[in-house]
């Protein structure tokens, strides 16, 4: 029993710890949607800082983002939805991303959706 209520005592705690991370991209969300302002510009720059602050967050607890146009395509980290045949692309490369993959250390959290070429 002791056993079971550590393990779920630690559980909580991680949860914890890691929603407290993320709070701060959940409060300048909120605050984006309260804003009555009509300047586009000034929303793309609040969303840019609020996408920045989330990619901080998760490198922080040690997520890193992947996939992008150009890398080799490792069946291990890509999920290749589509093929297409591109003579200026080599053999197994992404060329295109639909959906960034993230992994935390050597563990993949989700797969990169990806478009293959040749």
Known sequence: KRSDKEKGDTYAYATGKTVEAFLPVFDNLERALGATQQDFEGLQKGVQMT???LTAT???LGVTAYGAPGETFD???HNAVMHVEDESLGQNVVAEVFQTGF???EKVIRF???KVAN
């Open 58 to 60: 998760l490198e922080k």
């Open 112 to 114: 990169a959706m990806v």
């Open 51 to 53: 996408f920045d602050g």
């Open 103 to 105: 992994q935390c250390g």
């Open 75 to 77: 069946p291990n980290l």
